[in-house]
C-alpha cells in the first residue's frame, strides 16, 4: 500500500497524529525527568574537572618556566663569578689608578649582577613552591571530584537502563508519527512545545476551557474544534486545541444525582431571590401607607 502524503491528510488526522506525537514526548519526558538533576550535575562534574585539570597543566608550565629561570640565573652567576675572579687577577697587574678604578666598578658590577641573580632564584624557588601547592591542591580537588562523577554516572546508568528499552521504542514511534505530520505543521508544533512550560503543544478542551492555560473557550469556538475543519489555537498560550473525543479522552459527565443537587440549589437561590423582592415590595407599600 503506498503511503500517504502528509500534506494529503485530513484535519482531523492531522490533529489525531499531533496528539498521539505529543503523547509520545509527554512519555519520554516523563522517562527522562526520572533522572532528575543527575545529566546536569553530571556535565557540571565533567566542566569542573576539565576546568582544574587544565589549571594544573598551566600550573606545571609556570612551574617548568620558573625552573628554566632558575637554570638561566646560575648560568649567568656562573658568568659572573669567573668574570670578578679575572678581574681581581688583573688588579695585580694595572699600571695607574684609572685601570684600577675601572677594574673595581667591574667586579663590583658583577658582584651586584650575583646578589640580583641569587634574588631572582629565591622568588622564583618561592613561586615554585607555591605552584606546587597550588598544584597538589587541585589535584586533590580533581580526585575529590572523580570521585562524585563516578557515583552520579553510575546513578545516572541505572536509571538510563530502567528506562532505555522503553524510551527507544517512544522515539521510534515519535519518528514514525513525524513523518505523517506536513513539515510547516510539525515545526509549529514544536516550537509551541518549546515555548510552553509544560511541554504540551497539544491539548483538548477540559471542562470548557484550554487544557493548557485553562482558560475559558466561547462555545462557538468550541464547536469549530468539535467540527474538525481547521487546525485552532488557543488566543491565549498559543497551544493547538483538539476534541476531547478525538484525542481518545473519556470525560466523565456528572452523575445525575449532582445535576439534582445543582438543580435543586439552583431553585433555592431564585426562591430566596423572590422572597427577599416580595418582602423589599411590602416594606414600600407600609411606608407609602405611613406617608
Known amino acids: 500500500m503506498a503511503k500517504k502524503d502528509p500534506s494529503e491528510l485530513s484535519v482531523e488526522e492531522r490533529l489525531k497524529t499531533l496528539y498521539q506525537l505529543q503523547t509520545a514526548l509527554s512519555a519520554i519526558d516523563e522517562k527522562r525527568a526520572l533522572r532528575g538533576e543527575l545529566p546536569l550535575e553530571v556535565q557540571d562534574l565533567e566542566d569542573e574537572i576539565a576546568g582544574l585539570t587544565t589549571r594544573v597543566e598551566n600550573i606545571a608550565a609556570d612551574i617548568e618556566e620558573y625552573q628554566k629561570a632558575i637554570t638561566q640565573k646560575k648560568g649567568e652567576i656562573a658568568d659572573a663569578e669567573a668574570s670578578v675572579e679575572r678581574y681581581k687577577a688583573q688588579l695585580n697587574e694595572v699600571k695607574n689608578n684609572r685601570e684600577y678604578d675601572t677594574l673595581s666598578k667591574e667586579i663590583e658590577f658583577q658582584t651586584l649582577e650575583i646578589e640580583l641573580c641569587n634574588k631572582k632564584i629565591r622568588e622564583a624557588n618561592n613561586k615554585i613552591a607555591d605552584k606546587e601547592q597550588e598544584k597538589a591542591n587541585s589535584e586533590a580537588l580533581i580526585a575529590e571530584r572523580q570521585g562524585d562523577l563516578d557515583v552520579k554516572k553510575n546513578e545516572l546508568e541505572e536509571i538510563m537502563e530502567e528506562t532505555r528499552v522503553e524510551e527507544e521504542k517512544l522515539k521510534e514511534q515519535v519518528k514514525s508519527l513525524e ?113
Request: proline share 4%.
Open 179 to 291: 513523518a505523517k505530520i506536513e513539515g510547516r505543521l510539525l515545526t509549529s508544533f514544536k516550537r509551541i512545545r518549546k515555548n510552553a512550560r509544560n511541554g504540551l503543544g497539544i491539548v483538548y478542551v477540559q471542562r470548557d476551557a484550554c487544557g493548557g492555560c485553562f482558560n475559558k473557550i466561547p462555545p462557538q469556538r468550541q464547536l469549530d474544534i468539535k467540527m474538525h475543519k481547521k487546525i485552532i489555537v488557543c488566543e491565549y498560550c498559543g497551544r493547538i486545541m483538539i476534541d476531547p473525543e478525538l484525542a481518545g479522552v473519556k470525560i466523565e459527565k456528572p452523575a445525575a444525582g449532582d445535576e439534582k443537587k445543582r438543580s435543586a440549589k439552583r431553585a433555592i437561590r431564585k426562591s430566596s431571590g423572590t422572597s427577599t423582592s416580595s418582602a423589599s415590595s411590602k416594606k414600600a407599600a407600609d411606608a407609602n401607607d405611613m406617608a
